[in-house]
């Protein structure tokens, strides 16, 4: 069986920074698309960033230039930089991962969830 771990969330002022990991546990063969979602208050679920296995990544038009996706095969960890935090990233954060955990059987994984919360 596969878990992701995630960890990194907090409360910061507007301005600063916090870094979002996502551990996945288990057996991993490989993983393949790796995704960071947010969700505030009252809102749907959205995609923040995401990275393809190539490295291709896209990023919500909001945190542009301010969040950055990367990922540590080696340690089967994806990682969330995000810098310059607003009020509106507040949210919590999900990462999802698709995992290779037996050949050829690729399943979708989705972390706990951890709170940001950027206030002055």
């Known amino acids: 069986q596969v878990q992701l771990v995630e960890s990194g969330g907090g409360s910061v002022q507007p301005g600063g920074s916090l870094r979002l990991s996502c551990a996945a546990s288990g057996t991993v063969i490989s993983i393949g698309r790796m995704g960071w979602y947010r969700q505030a208050p009252g809102k749907q679920r959205e995609l923040v960033a995401d990275m393809l296995s190539t490295g291709n990544t896209n990023y919500l038009d909001s945190v542009k230039g301010r969040f950055s996706i990367s990922r540590d095969n080696a340690k089967n960890t994806g990682y969330l930089q995000m810098n310059s935090l607003k009020p509106d990233d507040t949210a919590v954060y999900y990462c999802?991962?698709?995992?290779?955990?037996?050949?050829?059987?690729?399943?979708?994984?989705w972390g706990q969830g951890t709170q940001v919360t950027v206030s002055s």
């Open positions: 999802k991962l698709i995992i290779e955990s037996s050949r050829l059987t690729w399943n979708e994984y």
